[in-house]
């Protein structure tokens, strides 16, 4: 099998590279990491599926209470339901938009405070108490003064979602630029460059590594937001379906919706892994 697949991602990169003149060391070393790694994302695969079907005997052999567990093919029948009833869709894009929409504000908004505190030192030292504060708050706390605010709709929701993650990505961008060389913004000082300049030139690629890890952050925290957001209110997406599934004993829809949130989610962080593997290319 093992050599069936060396052969196989031989011939691929031999296709791919033909005019290229790598030495042998390099091909050989590049089919072993490129093995490797299709290795891991079958294992990946296989105990995914093994989970799945143990699942589902379990169940089907009455090991496990399906009532209160689910399985798989419960699962499939639920979706297969709601796709039917028209409201599958729904409720993913209801949840995927106020998701993105909350990610990506948060993440500007976020930078932008950021951006503003590197730049102005006495407004940092005076905001920091405040930030620190706001970041240990409980922001279901809020919850209620949100639907006040913005309306028990996917204004609110989102606004949970910004606040989830605007704090993070403010603490973690603000300390990237901070950790910062002194001696190459000496150095730059030295030669006259503006601040802006110092900004873009080194403190944003320096910044970048760190920037792609709170993307990633962002990603797990948005999904919280959101679904904390539509348990406080909400009339579709995948958390209502969680919070109705719960109160009638729905149990196959609570556990169908949290299978599909980590489908979204997975897909979701697949996403920002493609962008920062480009950015290391």
């Known amino acids: 099998m093992k050599n069936k697949i060396q052969n196989l991602f031989t011939k691929f990169f031999k296709k791919k590279n033909k005019n290229l003149n790598y030495s042998k060391e390099h091909k050989i070393y590049v089919k072993k990491i490129t093995v490797e790694k299709w290795t891991i994302r079958l294992i990946q695969v296989f105990i995914l599926i093994s989970i799945f079907v143990l699942w589902e005997l379990l169940t089907m052999y009455n090991v496990l209470d399906a009532f209160f567990i689910s399985s798989p093919s419960r699962m499939i029948n639920t979706v297969v339901s709601l796709y ?28 932008l405070i950021a951006v503003i505190l590197w730049w102005n ?14 970041n240990s708050l409980p922001k279901i706390a809020l919850g209620p003064l949100i639907i006040i605010w913005f309306g028990a709709g996917t204004s609110a929701i989102i606004v949970m979602c910004i606040l989830i993650c605007v704090i993070i990505t403010t603490l973690s961008i603000l300390g990237s630029f901070l950790s910062c060389d002194k001696d190459k913004i000496l150095l730059m000082k030295s030669m006259n460059a503006k601040k802006y300049q110092i900004f873009f030139k ?34 579709a997406g995948l958390g209502y379906l969680i919070v109705y599934g719960g109160t009638v004993f729905k149990l196959d829809l609570v556990m169908t919706s949290t299978v599909i949130l980590c489908l979204l989610a997975g897909g979701m962080y697949f996403i920002v892994s493609r962008i920062e593997a480009r950015f290391k290319r």
């Open 84 to 111: 039917e009833s028209g409201e599958l869709f729904l409720h993913i894009g209801t949840t995927l938009y106020e998701t993105i929409v909350g990610f990506l504000l948060a993440t500007f908004i976020g930078y």
């Open 202 to 235: 080194l403190i944003v690629p320096h910044s970048m590594p760190d920037f792609i890890s709170v993307l990633k952050i962002n990603v797990g925290m948005s999904w919280v937001g959101t679904i904390m957001g539509e348990y406080l209110v909400s009339k």
């Open 121 to 134: 030192e006495k407004l940092r030292k005076i905001f920091d108490p405040y930030i620190v504060v706001l």
